[in-house]
């Protein structure tokens, strides 16, 4: 875990942009409608990836300052109400941190996509925004819980931990 001012904006940075990365992977697979083939999500072509980097390189710098304003110190009072780190395991105590975290940063993250997507880029009437936004944390909430659990908390804590191996800093 990140000791420094330093190391946590480096964790944050990674964090957000791999959370990004795998939530829009996700969104413009959906737009594009794989979910609606035979097959599902399997055809996906490699013209995903490229729709999901483009808005990834944006939608991860709202991430970032939503988490870093908010939506970790949300997290971390989420873990501190359920958690003792005295008597929890530290695993245990990390996971409810992310799953604290997730709670807050997904409908945050929601209403953006909303606002951006649907009312300013698509036109659509701002009216119809409670639905929109409720549509779209229904459609992204289950994949950004299980994408931060087993795919981007583990990577970004290994990537990080090696990083800082590597430069001598202790964990």
Known sequence: MPRTKVQGVVF????SYVMAVGMEVYNVAIKEGFNLNVGGFSTMTNQVFLGALLEAS???????????LYGNRLGAAFAARHTDPARNNPYFCRVMRQAGTVAVMCPTMS?????????ILAGQSLVNLPA???GTLLKNFPMAFFWNMFAAAPFCHL????YNQKRGNQK
């Open 159 to 162: 990537v990080f931990d090696k």
């Open 58 to 68: 944006y939608m991860g710098v709202f991430v970032f300052i939503t988490s870093s």
């Open 132 to 134: 929109i936004f409720v």
């Open 111 to 119: 209403m953006i996509a909303s606002i951006l997507f649907n009312v």
């Open 12 to 15: 944050g940075l990674l964090m």
